[in-house]
């Protein structure tokens, strides 16, 4: 669902938490979601970017919402680290195994 190209933003937490569920620890857990993002991004976008002269061109409504997506992942990810680390006294740097 993470993967798909236009996924319903209300049911990105419930899928993230599903994730998180399904993760072996925190460090698993991260390295899934930051995977997913690397593969939703275009390795050749910046080429595509890239204009005849050198200029930027304009992003696509495509472009926008993917990135939006990826934004909304990543702030997501962080939110459910930072409820672990709340519940569990900061945890002090270490990666935390789930409980």
């Given amino acids: 669902m993470l993967l798909h190209?236009?996924?319903q933003e209300d049911l990105l937490p419930a899928i993230v938490d599903?994730?998180?569920?399904?993760?072996?620890?925190e460090h698993d857990f991260v390295r899934i979601l930051v995977e997913l993002?690397?593969?939703?991004?275009?390795?050749?976008e910046q080429a595509r970017q890239a204009?005849?002269?050198g200029v930027p061109k304009m992003a696509s409504d495509a472009d926008v919402r993917?990135?939006?997506?990826?934004?909304?992942?990543?702030?997501l990810l962080l939110?459910?680290?930072?409820?672990?680390?709340?519940?569990r006294g900061g945890g002090?740097?270490?990666i935390l195994l789930w409980g």
């Fill in 92 to 94: 002090g740097g270490r």
């Fill in 79 to 87: 939110e459910r680290i930072h409820e672990v680390r709340q519940c």
């Fill in 51 to 53: 204009g005849e002269a």
């Fill in 37 to 44: 993002i690397a593969d939703r991004r275009d390795p050749g």
């Fill in 5 to 7: 190209p236009d996924p």
């Fill in 18 to 25: 599903i994730v998180r569920k399904l993760a072996a620890s």
């Fill in 66 to 75: 993917n990135h939006l997506h990826c934004l909304a992942i990543a702030r």
